[in-house]
């Protein structure tokens, strides 16, 4: 019964049935699980019509409250226990308004570091307790106002996320007259290219020294104009990548996840902004002589055009 587990009184009373029944009807007395054992009756009610049936079966006995809410009233009883419930709970309202933690979200790291130095200026130290967000924001905007343009700050549970837009350079970006050329071999997959003329085509193979993007433009009356070039070409580059180590007492799953690691790190050490590794075959694995290999095939999607 499920009043049981939130909470029922238990009743014991001696007499005649018919008599007990009678007078819970007269007194709209609402009954569960009734029982009758050694000429006594046994019998739940709901906690609210205690004083009904005290008014109604003056000689009914109170034996307990059943489920949660007689286990909050033993509880409610004992003194120690209540102090422990109040400590808990000033505890938990302290703690649940502090923030222990600050972090800061966003593309620059300088600003970034700008924002971390000028919390510490402004007194932020953390652990903070009741701070008005709205007023932070303000603070750091006022501060950093030559370096973003845009600032929120968002609670979640115990720390703080600010997130940040910086300010872009208003300087112009100087433009140069260099060619794009290829600096490895490669299949063309696209071109990210704002000026410039694209004398090579997408799925082209090229080789290294490969003129990508021109800076000269034939018009229609076959006069060359010169031009401003700026962008970047991605390609597929194909590339072998050979890691040995020292044959160790390691399980060989280990031994070859560390190996392929550190396969994945070498590989990865020219990257640049947007560059990505698409497929990863291993060729070998292998040991010999007190040492393991492994020889790993990458296809990488790369700016060729940068060194």
């Known amino acids: 019964m499920i009043n049981k587990h939130i909470g029922l009184d238990y009743w014991k009373v001696n007499m005649e049935v018919t008599t007990f029944l009678n007078q819970c009807k007269q007194f709209e007395i609402e009954l569960y699980d009734i029982n009758i054992k050694h000429n006594s009756i046994y019998f739940y009610t709901h906690i609210w019509q205690r004083k009904k049936i005290i008014r109604a079966i003056s000689n009914a006995k109170f034996i307990c409250t059943t489920g949660m809410l007689g286990y909050l ?30 972090e800061v979200f966003g593309e620059d790291k300088e600003v970034k570091k700008s924002i971390e130095l000028a919390l510490k200026e402004l007194g932020y130290q953390l652990p903070l307790y009741k701070n008005d967000t709205n007023l932070m924001k303000q603070q750091l905007k006022k501060k950093l106002d030559n370096k973003i343009t845009w600032l929120e700050i968002e609670k979640q549970g115990s720390k703080y996320k600010i997130t940040y837009t910086p300010k872009e350079d208003v300087k112009k970006q100087s433009l140069y007259h260099n060619e794009l050329i290829a600096k490895k071999d490669a299949l063309i997959q696209r071109f990210d290219v704002q000026h410039g003329n694209k004398i090579r085509s997408v799925n082209e193979f090229v080789h290294k020294g490969d003129v990508l993007v021109s800076n000269v433009l034939e018009d229609s009356f ?25 044959d160790s007492k390691l399980p060989n799953s280990i031994k070859f996840y560390e190996l392929l690691m550190s396969a994945r790190n070498e590989i990865s050490k020219d990257f640049h902004k947007d560059d990505c590794i698409k497929e990863e075959n291993i060729l070998q694995f292998s040991k010999d002589m007190g040492k393991i290999k492994m020889i790993v095939h990458y296809k990488l999607l790369q700016d060729i055009t940068s060194n």
């Open 73 to 102: 009233f033993k509880d409610f009883k004992r003194p120690c226990r209540l102090l422990c419930i109040c400590i808990s709970i000033l505890i938990w309202l302290i703690l649940s308004s502090m923030v222990f933690d600050i």
């Open 222 to 246: 076959q006069k060359n104009h010169e031009l401003f070039v700026k962008g970047r070409v991605f390609g597929y580059v194909w590339k072998d990548i050979t890691i040995t180590m020292k």
